[in-house]
């Protein structure tokens, strides 16, 4: 519990490229709007929700938040320095939290859903190259610095 302890990373700054990649593959982890292949509204009435009612239905749908509360949650955390800001600790967390779920709310208001061939292009061809990138410059930059 020294000093250190009250110093505010926000990763966010020194790590663009993570925060962007991370924030992306999130939204494809939690099936939004970009990137909502199971569901696939367009296509079909409500995707693999139209076998389930009732309790079934509800649980699918806590569960599709509570993951997108997760992943909120881990990104306020990791990129822009959880408890730190001028709030107490929890306040400021939770508005962090609120303000990704927010911003992944608008996300599936604004844009159109990718095709699976695209995703799978993204996902190979362009984010596991620039992952794999950022690890090798972070790790040089932590060596030489």
Same mark, same amino acid.
């Given at each position: 519990? *020294?000093i250190?302890?009250?110093?505010?990373?926000?990763?966010v700054?020194?790590?663009p490229?993570?925060? &962007?990649l991370f924030?992306i593959? &999130?939204?494809?982890e939690?099936?939004r #709007?970009?990137?909502?292949? %199971? @569901? $696939?509204?367009s @296509?079909l009435v409500s995707g693999?929700c139209? @076998?389930?009612?009732?309790? /079934?239905?509800?649980?699918? !749908?806590?569960?599709?938040? $509570?993951?997108?509360?997760?992943?909120?949650?881990?990104?306020?955390t990791?990129f822009? *320095? *959880?408890?730190?800001g %001028?709030?107490? &600790?929890?306040i400021?967390?939770l508005? /962090?939290?609120?303000?990704?779920?927010?911003?992944?709310?608008?996300?599936?208001?604004?844009? %159109?859903?990718?095709?699976?061939?695209?995703?799978? !292009?993204? *996902?190979?061809k362009?984010?596991l %190259?620039?992952?794999?990138a950022n690890?090798?410059? #972070? &790790?040089?930059?932590?060596l030489?610095f």
């Amino acid at each position: 519990w *020294g000093i250190c302890s009250f110093v505010p990373n926000w990763y966010v700054f020194t790590q663009p490229l993570a925060f &962007g990649l991370f924030v992306i593959t &999130g939204l494809a982890e939690i099936n939004r #709007t970009p990137f909502d292949m %199971p @569901e $696939a509204e367009s @296509e079909l009435v409500s995707g693999f929700c139209t @076998e389930y009612s009732s309790m /079934k239905y509800a649980l699918f !749908f806590l569960a599709e938040y $509570a993951n997108m509360i997760v992943i909120a949650a881990i990104a306020a955390t990791l990129f822009l *320095g *959880g408890w730190s800001g %001028p709030f107490y &600790g929890a306040i400021n967390l939770l508005i /962090k939290i609120v303000a990704f779920m927010l911003f992944f709310m608008w996300l599936r208001a604004t844009f %159109p859903r990718v095709r699976y061939d695209q995703l799978m !292009f993204l *996902g190979w061809k362009v984010f596991l %190259p620039l992952s794999l990138a950022n690890i090798l410059v #972070t &790790g040089v930059a932590v060596l030489l610095f």
